[in-house]
Every structure is written in C-alpha cells, then in structure tokens.
C-alpha cells in the first residue's frame, strides 16, 4: 500500500489482556481493522465484546499492569505502541479524541462547564484565560450550546443530559483532531436527543473533515450513521463490511441473530426475536467457535475448531464455518 493510500489508523492483531485474580482475561483477541481519513466506521456488540476496551487500547487508557496491550496500533503509518508515554499524551486531543457515554459523570462537579471545555485549549495552546474563554464560546456554539457566552459559568448539574454530553463533544473537539472515537455517546439519553446528537456528530464530523468511530449495540444508530460496520462478539470480529450490506444481507448467525432483535415499526404484535443464551463471561471462552453455544446454526466442528474472519465478498468479511471462506487458526 502506498503512502497515499495508507489508511489513517491501522489496527493489527490487536490483543488486550489483564491480570486478574482468578487469572488471565483475554478482553480483545487479535482485532484488526482500518479507518481512512473522514470515515465513519461502527463497532458493534453486546457489553462485554471488546468493543470498549479496544477502542481504549487505541486511545492509551489501558493501564499497565493490571492490562497488557499488544499488536501494532499504526496512525499515519507510525506504531503508536512503540512511542513514548509523552508522544502519546500529545497525540490525544491532538489526532485523536474519545467521547464517553456517561457526560454527567464525566464532567467534574465543581468546576464550571466554561472552564471544562477551555482547559484543554488553555493547556496545549498556552494562550490567555480570555482566548481560552472565547475559545470556549467558540466550541459550544459550534455544538449548538444556545446561549453559549452565558453559558460559561454554567455547572454541569445545570445542564440536561443531552446539553452535558454536547459539552463533552466539545471538549473533545478542542484540538480538531482527526479521529473522534465515540462510545455508546446517546445510550444514557432520550431518544428524541440522541437523534439530535448523532445529527450534531455527522454535521461536525463533515464540516471538520474527521474520522469517526462509532461504538454502539444500536443498530439503529449504526444503519443510520456509518460507512462500514463491524460486528464484535466475545473478544473478536465476527462479520464486518459496508454497512447496507451487513444490513440487507448479513453472513454471520450472531449478526442475524442482532438484526432480528431489532424492533421493527411493521411487526406490530409479533413477539421480538432474542437470541438465546448469554455471551462467554470474560475468560472462560469455549472451544471452537465462542458463539456456538448460542448459535441455531452451528455444525459439528463450530465445538472445536475456531473460525476465523475472511472475505466473502469485496465488502464483507465473516468468521464462520458456513461461509466456507477458511477455517481455523
Ligand atoms: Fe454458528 Fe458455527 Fe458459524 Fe459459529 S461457526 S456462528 S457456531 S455456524
């Protein structure tokens, strides 16, 4: 692949472990994916699939010990496993940036909302108070905070959940990095206001040319939002690609089973669809494929021989031994 071509982030097996007293817990097991400069990518899957701790992997949160991180982590073609806790302290704000789901508790309380948002800029830009306070302004009228000037001195317990979480976008915003990671950003919202941060997202995503990765176990969110999905279950990637494909013609049974589950405005009366069963618990995975003891549609060999993720087509990629595309590491 050629440097103009290079993808912008480019994950390779990543692996994440920790310590735990009942042994090793294997969170992440050999992810990988890309990301090019203003895409959108979802990652998909139920608490407990990676899905999170990934993403933190990336965003160097995972602390060493009880965590171990391991594989190649490559932003613009440079492993940012290898460099220096300094070098990857600049580069979050800077390239990369998360958003939380839970923006109430991630504010600070006692601070007021304006010297949140601006602490960052105030930091990494060494300006002046008032620069940080008009930058400030800046960044919650660019979030649609009405009022913003005002605002300021607002504390968080003054705002709702959806106006708190709007806050949090804005401080991750604050350097224009290139990649903004979002994780469950609506989960603890009304539907009405998750609509309208996903809309805030996608507008700020095009109007800033970012990358944006969206973590969820929405699909409703994921069908509206994304370029490319990927779906996660039990540590790994299970079936990724376009997202009208994934939708419209899902390979994996877990992806089906998850598209099923989904409510649906013309199914009125019907009974909604469950997949049976509960994901692994963290380090006690089966055999074989860890699905299958869920899985409607497993063979003999799911029970013990692994599936691993490969193309089925040009746009999609799926982990399972009814696709026929390979079998086990
Ligand atoms: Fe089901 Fe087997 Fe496919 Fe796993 S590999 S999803 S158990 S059919």
Same mark, same amino acid.
């Given at each position: 692949?050629?440097?103009?071509?290079?993808?912008?982030?480019?994950?390779?097996?990543?692996?994440?472990?920790?310590?735990?007293?009942?042994?090793?817990?294997?969170?992440? +097991?050999?992810?990988?994916?890309?990301?090019?400069?203003?895409?959108?990518?979802?990652?998909?899957?139920?608490?407990?699939?990676?899905?999170?701790?990934?993403?933190?992997?990336?965003?160097?949160?995972?602390?060493?010990?009880?965590?171990?991180?391991?594989?190649?982590?490559?932003?613009?073609?440079?492993?940012?496993?290898?460099?220096?806790?300094?070098?990857?302290?600049?580069?979050?704000?800077?390239?990369?940036?998360?958003?939380?789901?839970?923006?109430?508790?991630?504010?600070?309380?006692?601070?007021?909302?304006?010297?949140?948002?601006?602490?960052?800029?105030?930091?990494?830009?060494?300006?002046?108070?008032?620069?940080?306070?008009?930058?400030?302004?800046?960044?919650?009228?660019?979030?649609?905070?009405?009022?913003?000037?005002?605002?300021?001195?607002?504390?968080?317990?003054?705002?709702?959940?959806?106006?708190?979480?709007?806050?949090?976008?804005?401080?991750?915003?604050?350097?224009?990095?290139?990649?903004?990671?979002?994780?469950?950003?609506?989960?603890?919202?009304?539907?009405?206001?998750?609509?309208?941060?996903?809309?805030?997202?996608? +507008?700020?995503?095009?109007?800033?040319?970012?990358?944006?990765?969206?973590?969820?176990?929405?699909?409703?969110?994921?069908?509206?939002?994304?370029?490319?999905?990927?779906?996660?279950?039990?540590?790994?990637?299970?079936?990724?690609?376009?997202?009208?494909?994934?939708?419209?013609?899902?390979?994996?049974?877990?992806?089906?089973?998850?598209?099923?589950?989904?409510?649906?405005?013309?199914?009125?009366?019907?009974?909604?669809?469950?997949?049976?069963?509960?994901?692994?618990?963290?380090?006690?995975?089966?055999?074989?494929?860890?699905?299958?003891?869920?899985?409607?549609?497993?063979?003999?060999?799911?029970?013990?021989?692994?599936?691993?993720?490969?193309?089925?087509? +040009?746009?999609?990629?799926?982990?399972?031994?009814?696709?026929?595309?390979?079998?086990?590491?």
């Amino acid at each position: 692949m050629t440097a103009a071509t290079a993808p912008l982030l480019d994950v390779r097996d990543l692996r994440v472990r920790f310590d735990t007293p009942h042994g090793e817990v294997l969170a992440v +097991d050999g992810v990988s994916w890309v990301l090019s400069a203003g895409e959108t990518l979802g990652i998909i899957g139920e608490s407990g699939s990676g899905k999170s701790v990934g993403v933190e992997a990336i965003m160097g949160l995972i602390k060493s010990p009880p965590g171990h991180v391991s594989g190649e982590i490559l932003f613009e073609g440079r492993d940012i496993l290898t460099i220096s806790e300094r070098q990857r302290r600049a580069l979050r704000g800077e390239e990369l940036a998360m958003v939380f789901q839970d923006a109430m508790s991630a504010l600070n309380p006692s601070l007021t909302v304006g010297s949140q948002v601006s602490e960052v800029y105030r930091l990494r830009r060494h300006c002046s108070q008032q620069d940080a306070r008009n930058k400030a302004v800046e960044l919650m009228d660019r979030v649609r905070i009405p009022s913003a000037r005002t605002r300021l001195n607002n504390y968080p317990h003054e705002f709702s959940g959806g106006m708190c979480q709007r806050v949090m976008i804005a401080t991750a915003l604050a350097l224009e990095p290139r990649i903004l990671i979002a994780d469950e950003p609506t989960t603890a919202l009304d539907v009405t206001v998750q609509r309208q941060i996903m809309a805030l997202l996608s +507008d700020l995503q095009r109007e800033m040319g970012m990358a944006l990765v969206l973590i969820t176990h929405d699909l409703g969110v994921v069908a509206e939002a994304v370029d490319r999905a990927m779906v996660m279950y039990a540590g790994t990637i299970v079936e990724a690609g376009n997202v009208e494909v994934l939708f419209d013609n899902p390979s994996h049974p877990y992806t089906q089973g998850l598209l099923q589950s989904m409510p649906r405005i013309d199914a009125r009366g019907d009974r909604l669809y469950a997949i049976g069963g509960a994901p692994p618990a963290a380090g006690r995975l089966p055999p074989g494929c860890a699905f299958h003891p869920r899985c409607e549609r497993r063979v003999a060999e799911c029970a013990s021989v692994r599936p691993v993720l490969l193309p089925i087509s +040009d746009i999609q990629r799926s982990a399972c031994h009814l696709t026929g595309t390979g079998n086990a590491k």
